[in-house]
């Protein structure tokens, strides 16, 4: 076998184990934000090899990777863990959270369109119609409202670091103490927020959303936790 089949041979393996890497990440990863690995879980190697269908390489690796972004820590003769936040950092992430959410408005008031304001208008009505006791539901419906807009102000390292702040809120956030009776009014913010993007208001829109998620934090630091 001459020297530039093994390279080839090598480079083949090492991109192989790399993608399979980056797929037990993101595996890893959807287990973690939906709850089922919460905080503080330690990860069994074993055990999530055997069940993502991957050898303890590229694992571990993905495990290295999801420590890079935050969403896990290494112990060293102890194992990998989900990662804790406290609530000092969570009020650090919410208040960059709140200034990304500003930019997203400002930019996002100056180029919308009205196929995008039709899609957010449709998404607030969605968060209108959900019972006050259907909390899951009007969580998972607030979260897709506020990525879509950073999608839609079209900056992809603002939308990178947005996700990525969300991804380690997700590690400290309650969903179920989000008051019932409250969400009506978030209801209602966010369809101020989308009638400020229509008018072009530029600052109002920024204003809006900076409000709406200081007010997250604010609930956060009265309650000890994220609402």
Avoid at 82 to 111: F, K, N
Avoid at 116 to 144: C, I, K, P, Y
Avoid at 174 to 196: K, M, Q, T, Y
Wanted: proline share 3%; net charge neutral; hydrophobic share 45%.
């Amino acid at each position: 076998m001459s020297t530039s089949t093994v390279t080839r041979e090598a480079a083949l393996a090492l991109m192989q184990s790399t993608s399979l890497a980056r797929l037990a990440a993101e595996s890893v990863e959807a287990l973690i934000l939906a709850g089922e690995l919460g905080p503080g879980a330690r990860l069994n190697e074993a055990a999530l090899a055997q069940r993502l269908g991957v050898s303890r390489g590229p694992l571990r690796e993905a495990l290295r990777l999801l420590e890079e972004g935050g969403l896990v820590r290494q112990e060293k003769n102890r194992g990998a863990f989900v990662r804790e936040i406290p609530l000092a950092e969570a009020a650090e992430l919410y208040e960059l959270r709140a200034g990304l959410d500003a930019t997203a408005g400002r930019l996002l008031a100056t180029r919308i369109t009205p196929e995008q304001l039709a899609e957010l208008r449709a998404l607030t009505a969605a968060m209108s119609a959900v019972g006050e006791h259907e909390v899951d539901r009007f969580h998972e419906l607030n979260l897709g409202f506020h990525d879509r807009l950073v999608v839609l102000a079209g900056n992809t390292a603002l939308l990178e670091t947005y996700r990525r702040t969300t991804r380690l809120l997700a590690l400290f956030r309650r969903r179920n103490l989000l008051a019932p009776r409250a969400i009506p009014r978030f209801a209602e913010e966010h369809a101020a927020i989308v009638e400020r993007l229509a008018a072009g208001d530029a600052a109002g829109a920024g204003e809006a959303l900076f409000a709406h998620a200081d007010g997250g934090r604010r609930r956060m630091l009265a309650d000890g936790e994220l609402g």
